[in-house]
């Protein structure tokens, strides 16, 4: 059964820490992994990775992929109480050219406190 | 552009009760998703359309039933509703290629 595993499942930390948050996965087919951000609405996209070891930034986020190990992990640097938020990790299993649907993890709850 | 648009914002069914969420998007997207979100949980794929005419089971589609007539819409269709039902859904949309862009959600309830 194809599955992606977010950890830890909540986190608190203080404005200014650093955090990183991790996603495994292990699925038939693997075409790319996405992080989303949910505040109290919809997912909004954060980055696609396709290939190992290519660092994606945006700011002060950050996200890589292991191919070999199976994982991600999202950093965010110098925390904001605006990161409060649930992370959504996803990986697209899409085959043949098609585009059958996400497969996500559950999230992680992440709580800045000022 | 609009986006992803989805009505109503919350609803509040009875057992065996129907109702149909609307799911329309202006971005000329092919694909189509309908996903439900439980407390705690992410996202799971309930049914899927990559086209007009075209739509395909996702996860969990038992309970549920969909329809693609046109490009910009995707309804999702309760026959007898259940509380086990009761869930926030999502639909989206995309390329097929990136990202996929999400609405802003359904909170279902069924009593």
């Known amino acids: 059964e194809d599955k992606v595993v977010q950890s830890p499942l909540s986190l608190v930390v203080h404005e200014g820490d650093t955090v990183t948050l991790n996603c495994s996965y292990e699925v038939t087919n693997f075409r790319s992994l996405l992080w989303y951000k949910q505040e109290k609405k919809a997912p909004t996209f954060l980055f696609m990775l396709?290939?190992?070891?290519i660092e994606k930034k945006s700011g002060r986020l950050s996200s890589i992929l292991d191919k070999k190990e199976l994982f991600s992990i999202l950093n965010i640097t110098a925390t904001q109480t605006g990161d409060s938020a649930i992370y959504l990790c996803a990986v697209d299993r899409s085959s043949g050219g098609g585009a059958d649907g996400l497969t996500f993890g559950k999230g992680t709850h992440l709580i800045i406190q000022p | 552009n609009a986006g992803v648009t989805q009505t109503p914002k919350f609803r509040i069914l009875k057992i065996g009760q129907s109702m149909t969420l609307q799911c329309t998007q202006d971005?000329?997207?092919?694909?189509m998703y309908w996903y439900r979100q439980d407390p705690g949980m992410g996202l799971k794929l309930i049914y899927y359309?990559?086209?007009?005419?075209?739509?395909d089971k996702g996860e969990v589609p038992n309970g549920y039933n969909v329809s693609r007539s046109t490009t910009e819409d995707f309804p999702l269709r309760l026959e007898l509703a259940a509380p086990s039902q009761t869930s926030v859904y999502f639909c989206a949309s995309g390329t097929g290629i990136n990202e996929q862009f999400f609405g802003p959600g359904t909170r279902l309830t069924v009593l």
């Open positions: 396709t290939s190992s070891g």
């Open positions: 359309s990559v086209g007009a005419g075209i739509t």
């Open positions: 971005m000329n997207h092919n694909y």
